[in-house]
């Protein structure tokens, strides 16, 4: 078995680009075992104080007041991504991470909310609108 390490890019079925600028063209058919190690933005695993995203200016100053409520200070930024307004939370100190994590989306007894894109796009956020009407 020949092991080699790859750098490249998903192109089209069966083509991945390596960063060399050459082609790998995968036969059908053919059996892979492939490693993928990628960076992803993911606006609510915590890091880089990063907690919930949303293209929702309302819901980002809602559940940063909900944040407050529970004592979690909390720093709402914008960005544009994909030419779209994103609304990220950010947790200023690392040991209230994990709290505010669990309040906005992981705990049963948070609240439990979905990121956006979850939903089809341009859809409301279910969840939200879920817990607005429920408080």
């Known amino acids: 078995m020949v092991k080699k390490i790859f750098n490249g890019f998903y192109k089209d079925i069966g083509v991945i680009e390596l960063e060399n600028g050459e082609k790998l063209e995968i036969p059908f058919g053919t059996s892979l075992k492939i490693n993928i190690e990628y960076d992803e933005i993911d606006f609510n695993n915590g890091s880089s104080g990063f907690v919930w995203a949303t293209h929702d200016k309302d819901q980002a100053e809602t559940i940063l007041s909900a944040l407050q409520a529970q004592g979690i200070n ?52 279910e969840s939200f609108e879920k817990w607005t009407k429920n408080f």
């Open 74 to 125: 909390s720093e709402i930024s914008q960005e544009k991504l994909d030419g779209t307004n994103l609304y990220y939370l950010k947790i200023p100190d690392v040991s209230r991470i994990e709290p505010a994590i669990d309040f906005i989306w992981r705990s049963k007894e948070g609240l439990k909310l979905k990121p956006d894109w979850h939903y089809p796009a341009g859809k409301p956020n």
